[in-house]
DNA sequence: TCTGGGGTCCTAGGACCC
DNA sequence: TCTGGGGTCCTAGGACCC
């Protein structure tokens, strides 16, 4: 399995967890809100993503529709946000940059946490300091895990954070703190343990990480699969999963939305599809690769009742792998032709693209009509116009201007980091 | 009226080849 | 046409993560 085994306090690997990520980020440009409850959410104002303390106590759940808690919300006076991902990802490449000179290796694990090991001697106390320069400079309050391996940090910062006590910083570095830890851990609370594992391993007894820890290798293999092998050797401080500083190349890359409405007109569709599109081949070319296949799929509410559900898919393989937004365009919209009927209305659709090689090494066809080079320089043109003016500025006449299927976004804040127009004003 | 979006890894089963 | 073991590749579906 290739494991590493990491003892000494050196091999200490950190995570940093920002608290409550996207509502600190509103708080951040709101210093009114403090102390008051905060919650973000999903495309669509749709359901709750994120939640700030506050809000957490009042019993508001990750995940449930917005609308079953609107009264929760004005008696409780929940200040409400619609997701901004545009100021989520620039606070975010802020805390990451204070980071990164600290580190010897660094893995930027989500938008919101990072795996990391100190450039020296790892401690409590540097793991404090940079704590505290990170709020300074960014307003944003994090939590620092340090343990042996990627699996007992996740335990560590959970435990900071849960615990006032530990001012957000707490290691788990001898092996009889990391035992104590363990026995009173929620085997459901660790990394890699999700609801349905949960499930058969307490049908089978095993509640705490330690049990999890102690059960029998054989047994684990059979219903855990090799996934639960490692987090297993992990809680046994054994390096399966290092810090991986290279961030590999996409396999996939979807864009999908629900609609604010539901969309019947295939003309509306398709400019959806042909946005979907556009999107995929732009984040393809930034990562400098190009795909293979293309899918498309579509489909309408399932929540409706009595209403006639409709789900369809299609994928289409390329001849040549590319990266050129007309090609990906129209292998979509090909698509869409096939499966799209008009007798439904449609929720949700999108585009999602395949068999990602990296664009250097595109074999050419024998056959190919279209002239790689010319269009590669108008690509590139595209996407110097686009971030220099803002997104879809230069666009495909099939992308459209009404976009009837936008989504909803009653509460979104400015984008205050990113765009002059949004920058704040002071009144003294 | 109103229920997110974008990913990864693993496994089983089918198709195909020698 | 059938038999059979062994290997690879692909796909769909499950489970999980943030």
Wanted: proline fraction near 4%; glycine fraction near 6%.
């Amino acid at each position: 399995m290739g494991c590493r085994n990491l003892r000494n306090s050196q091999g200490l690997i950190a995570i940093v967890d920002c608290n409550n990520f996207y509502a600190s980020c509103e708080r951040v440009f709101r210093p009114n809100l403090t102390g008051k409850p905060i919650v973000v959410l999903s495309n669509n104002d749709g359901c709750v993503i994120a939640r700030s303390n506050e809000a957490k106590a009042l019993g508001i759940k990750m995940g449930t529709p917005a609308f079953k808690n609107d009264k929760l919300f004005s008696r409780n006076g929940v200040h409400v946000f619609s997701c901004n991902f545009e100021l989520y990802g620039d606070m975010s490449r802020r805390v990451m940059d204070i980071i990164k000179p600290e580190t010897d290796e660094m893995e930027f694990y989500s938008i919101d946490e990072a795996f990391l090991t100190f450039k020296g001697p790892a401690s409590e106390e540097r793991a404090r300091a940079l704590r505290f320069q990170i709020l300074k400079w960014t307003g944003i309050p994090v939590s620092i895990g340090l343990a042996p391996t990627k699996t007992l940090a996740k335990v560590a910062v959970h435990i900071a954070k849960k615990n006032p006590s530990t001012r957000g910083v707490y290691s788990l570095s001898s092996p009889t703190s990391i035992e104590r830890a363990l026995y009173s851990f929620p085997v459901d609370d660790l990394w890699g343990i999700g609801y349905r594992s949960a499930t058969k391993l307490k049908s089978f007894g095993i509640s705490s990480a330690l049990q999890l820890r102690r059960a029998h290798h054989g047994w684990v293999r059979r219903n855990l699969s090799v996934t639960g092998v490692k987090l297993q050797k992990e809680l046994c401080g054994t390096v399966c999963s290092p810090v991986n500083e290279v961030i590999p190349r996409k396999q996939n890359i979807r864009t999908a939305r629900s609609f604010g409405k539901e969309v019947e007109t295939y003309s509306a569709l398709k400019e959806a599809i042909g946005t979907f599109a556009v999107n995929c081949a732009t984040k393809l070319r930034k990562e400098g690769s190009c795909c293979s296949t293309v899918t498309v799929f579509i489909h309408t509410n399932p929540f409706k009742p009595h209403a006639l559900e409709y789900n369809n898919s299609r994928t289409l393989k390329l001849d040549v792998p590319t990266n050129d937004n007309m090609e990906i365009v129209a292998a979509a919209i090909k698509l869409l032709k096939e499966i799209y009927r008009p007798i439904f209305a449609y929720k949700k659709a999108g585009v999602m693209i395949g068999g990602i090689v990296p664009d250097s090494q595109v074999q050419l066809g024998l056959f190919d009509a279209v002239d790689r080079s010319r269009r590669s320089y108008l690509m590139q043109s595209i996407d110097e116009i686009n971030s220099k003016l803002g997104r879809d500025k230069v666009r495909l006449a099939v992308q459209g201007f009404d976009r009837k299927w936008r989504l909803r976004q009653e509460r979104l804040s400015p984008c205050y980091t990113t765009r002059f127009s949004d920058l704040l004003t002071v009144k003294i």
